[in-house]
């Protein structure tokens, strides 16, 4: 087994001749292992079967972090956190298959609404109210098919069904609650799919019923729904408020429709108790990030939501869970944002222990600037001479001399060493990739990395190169803005074009450029799934002036909606000759739900040429351009039948069209 053999260095070719060449053709079984872009792929072709590993096994993934870090309590909690989400998608996903129409009416609910009622009376009976809201709440369940004992109390574990002595109880606990709460709280938990979607669709109607000759009416004041976004607990289900009224008196009852499979997977797991740990954890864990929706901050919610998905990435990844062990070996209960942030983790953690406090920012800045050496000249390894040209201070020189005396260099591996000379590389390349992030990040444009970005023509260079593949995954959310700060204007409209990588490589470099204000995209083709997957990578904070998507092969109005909604500030839109989209009024009715309410009010030039709109699709791209660009003072329509000089005359844009 040859693990790792892109690790080589000098000796890479040497020994990928010798497998390919010598080994293989002495019928010696072998198992290689490399990074794609790390081995010369032609010369195993012929002779071996080419594999992709697999992520690790929840199994796996448990084993190994038992051996590595079974003292931090935090990170068991973490670990049961990420066992418990991932148990409740998967009854979720089988309970609300994708193709189901009843997943998609739900998932089509809004996630907050209200409703026009009347308000609740100040003063009521609560024991004749939850006597009401019971036999209201037993025959709507019985409406949708569904038996008394689907009606529970929020907190009650069992799922069963209820006899009448019981029944009572939940009426006798349902006085007591809205006595204590001033409302009645109450579960609706249903068996199946269909059952929760037809319980819901009846709530919305409204429901009547006779109670001693006396009609009782339900009827939605607001409602909420998880169903779009489940959060950090995956636990989807709907909360209604609703107005109870009987005999010319109201009161309010909040509902939680659940489905039976999910809620039970919540309770059995400690979905709530988790929860409420990492809460208290992570309060003090993160002085500076705000827990509080107020003002668009972000909220606890969100934050452990956002963080949950890179911990259970990093998970399943063999070297980025080492790396997560280096970062909890120094107490923390902090976890990683993104893969950046647990690369510094890492190495900060890594330093502290093996140079004290100190000497952490000496050698950090030391070994960032070997790395920054490295990765310009794309080596892996670096010798005696390549290490006195990169550390031009002579204090970083002296530093590295004397961890060398002391026995090692952290985050570093000796390969030779004599005299005066030596050969060494990073533990991993991805820690010499994180340390080249670091310097980035903070030096824009500086003159030593004109070749990786300096100009638009080496940026596509770097995006395309095997090489830096992973540097761009690392510095996801902080190489684009890095950029952008200096230089807020972005042109991919050049040579070398992008290829496949280069596409892929440009959605991590775009994410969280809340700098940028021109975009140039012209002639990169953004066919397919790549289109919606760049823009949810730039969304939200983007605040673009200009973009150019001209001969982009856009395939989808539905991401361009969510960019332009994005950027209410924008005021150049080139869409030029892309010929696969608003070829419809389904596609404009799309594009226009999409953007919502949020006019173009800055919009003043809009290029549709060539984009061969058909004259079904021109009537509704006129209401739609009059009704949400005011500001508009050229467009371009060469190029489309659809869309005739015509057919504005009358309003405002009629004056403002060219080649039509």
Not at 286 to 314: C, K, N, Q, W
Not at 335 to 359: A, F, H
């Amino acid at each position: 087994m040859l693990d790792g053999i892109d690790e080589a260095a000098n000796m890479k070719l040497a020994v990928e001749e010798f497998v390919t060449k010598t080994l293989v053709l002495m019928g010696v079984p072998l198992l290689v292992t490399s990074r794609p872009e790390g081995i010369r792929k032609r010369l195993y072709s012929r002779s071996f079967i080419i594999m992709n590993l697999q992520p690790l096994s929840g199994d796996q993934q448990h084993k190994i972090i038992e051996k590595q870090l079974q003292q931090n309590s935090f990170f068991k909690h973490l670990v049961s956190f990420s066992k418990a989400r991932q148990a409740l998608e998967e009854a979720f996903q089988s309970n609300f298959p994708e193709s189901s129409e009843d997943r998609s009416a739900l998932e089509a609910l809004p996630q907050t609404a209200e409703e026009a009622v009347a308000p609740a009376t100040a003063v009521i009976d609560h024991e004749i109210f939850a006597a009401v809201f019971f036999c209201a709440a037993v025959r709507l369940l019985a409406s949708a098919g569904l038996n008394p004992g689907c009606l529970q109390l929020p907190q009650d574990p069992q799922d069963a069904e209820k006899d009448a002595a019981e029944s009572r109880d939940v009426q006798k606990r349902l006085s007591i609650h809205s006595k204590k709460l001033g409302m009645i709280k109450a579960d609706f938990v249903c068996p199946s799919a269909a059952s929760l979607a037809s319980l819901c669709k009846t709530l919305l109607k409204g429901f009547t019923v006779q109670i001693d000759g006396e009609p009782a009416s339900l009827h939605v004041a607001r409602r909420w729904s998880s169903f779009q976004d489940p959060g950090p607990t995956r636990l989807r289900f709907l909360r209604y408020e609703l107005r109870l009224t009987f005999q010319d008196t109201s009161h309010t009852a909040q509902v939680q429709i659940h489905h039976a499979e999910c809620l039970s997977v919540y309770r059995t797991l400690q979905m709530q108790e988790l929860w409420t740990a990492i809460r208290v954890v992570s309060v003090s864990g993160y002085p500076a990030a705000p827990h509080t929706g107020a003002g668009g901050l972000e909220t606890f919610d969100t934050m452990l939501e956002a963080r949950m998905s890179v911990f259970d990435a990093i998970c399943r990844i063999p070297v980025l869970l080492s790396v997560l062990a280096c970062a909890f070996a120094v107490e923390t209960q902090r976890l990683p944002q993104n893969l950046y942030d647990l690369y510094e983790m890492g190495m900060l953690s890594t330093l502290e222990r093996r140079v004290g406090k100190d000497r952490v920012q000496a050698v950090l800045e030391m070994l960032q600037a070997i790395a920054v050496a490295n990765h310009i000249a794309k080596r892996r390894t670096f010798q005696a001479e390549d290490l006195r040209a990169a550390l031009k201070e002579p204090s970083q020189l002296a530093l590295w001399s004397q961890l060398l005396e002391d026995g090692s260099v952290p985050l570093v591996k000796i390969l030779a060493l004599g005299d005066m000379t030596g050969e060494f590389q990073f533990s991993h390349l991805s820690f010499q990739e994180a340390l080249f992030v670091r310097a980035l990040s903070a030096s824009d444009r500086d003159r030593q990395f004109r070749c990786f970005w300096g100009s638009d023509t080496s940026l596509n260079s770097s995006l395309n190169d095997p090489f830096y593949r992973n540097t761009f995954v690392i510095g996801r959310g902080y190489l684009g803005e890095a950029l952008a700060s200096s230089q807020p204007s972005f042109n991919f409209d050049c040579q070398p074009r992008l290829s496949g990588l280069g596409r892929e490589g440009l959605r991590h470099l775009l994410a969280g450029t809340r700098s940028l204000r021109s975009l140039h995209l012209g002639n990169v083709d953004l066919g397919g799934q790549i289109w919606a997957d760049l823009v949810n990578s730039m969304l939200p904070g983007l605040s673009l002036q200009e973009l150019v998507l001209s001969r982009c092969r856009l395939s989808a109005v539905k991401p361009l909606g969510a960019l332009l909604r994005a950027c209410p500030k924008l005021r150049l839109l080139d869409l030029e000759g892309n010929k696969n989209i608003l070829k419809t009024p389904s596609e404009v009715a799309e594009l226009q739900e999409a953007v919502g309410e949020c006019k173009l009010d800055h919009l003043e030039v809009l290029s549709l040429r060539w984009c061969h709109i058909s004259a079904s699709s021109g009537t509704c791209i006129k209401g739609f351009l009059t009704a949400n660009c005011p500001a508009l003072t050229k467009i371009d329509l060469q190029g489309n039948r659809g869309l005739s000089r015509s057919l504005f005359a009358g309003t405002f844009l009629a004056a403002c069209i060219q080649g039509g």
